[in-house]
């Protein structure tokens, strides 16, 4: 069965730097592609960042320079390094997979439980 | 960046109902559409890609339509487990971005 478990989130101060992991287990993440999906309290839901089998990595805007996205294939687990947080971080951080298929896409097919940055000024 | 909208935003009916909500892109999108359910305190969940191709396991009572800018998500026969808060999302261009929600309740 295949599953995801984020860890590391937690209260820090505005300026802070904070490290997300997310532990896959019933696949391979080196050969998935995995994004970074969060979610403001009371808010909808925002994709955050994806990194491909390649490494290719992309972020949305509010992140790019901050946020840096990263796998460890020997642990199977990806990584949302989040530096410089502001308020506007404050969010649940769910880790998520996007299977690629001859067909097409299918994205966050898989989600982890969710880890909740909170970002205090 | 492409947006979607959804509407309604609130949504109530009752167990049987048939109930359908909409999704607009900003700009075409092709069929490159997803549809999750979210309830309260959990992650959401892959109920449809590709506009109409239903997630494993995802009863037969959703399903979708649509292309380019418009599209829908229907319940065929409104059932409690469904009250939940539905999202669209586009994955044709970067940044993926996914409409404001229905939220489906109680009438």
């Known amino acids: 069965e295949v599953h995801l478990v984020e860890s590391g989130g937690g209260l820090v101060q505005r300026g802070e730097s904070l490290r997300l992991s997310c532990a896959a287990s019933g696949f391979t993440v080196s050969s998935n592609y995995m994004a970074w999906v969060r979610q403001a309290p009371g808010r909808g839901l925002e994709w955050v960042s994806v990194?491909?089998?390649?490494?290719?990595?992309y972020y949305t805007d509010s992140v790019k320079g901050r946020f840096t996205i990263s796998r460890d294939n020997s642990k199977n687990m990806v990584y949302l390094q989040m530096n410089s947080l502001t308020a506007e971080d404050a969010s649940v951080y769910y880790c998520?997979?996007?299977?690629?298929?001859?067909?097409?896409?299918?994205?966050?097919?898989?989600w982890g439980q969710g880890t909740v940055v909170t970002v205090s000024s | 960046d492409i947006q979607m909208s959804q509407s309604p935003s609130t949504l109530s009916a009752s167990v049987g109902d048939r109930v359908t909500f909409t999704c607009r892109a900003s700009q075409s999108i092709s069929s490159w559409l997803a549809w999750f359910q979210q309830k309260p305190g959990k992650a959401p969940k892959l109920l449809i890609h590709?506009?109409?191709s239903l997630e494993s396991g995802v009863p037969s009572r959703f399903s979708g339509s649509g292309s380019g800018t418009e599209f829908t998500l229907t319940i065929s026969s409104l059932q409690p487990d469904d009250f939940a808060t539905y999202y669209c999302q586009q994955y044709k261009t970067y940044p993926w971005t996914f409409g404001q929600g229905t939220r489906v309740e109680i009438k």
């Open positions: 998520s997979r996007i299977l690629v298929e001859p067909t097409g896409w299918i994205p966050f097919d898989i």
């Open positions: 590709k506009v109409s």
């Open positions: 990194i491909y089998t390649s490494g290719t990595t």
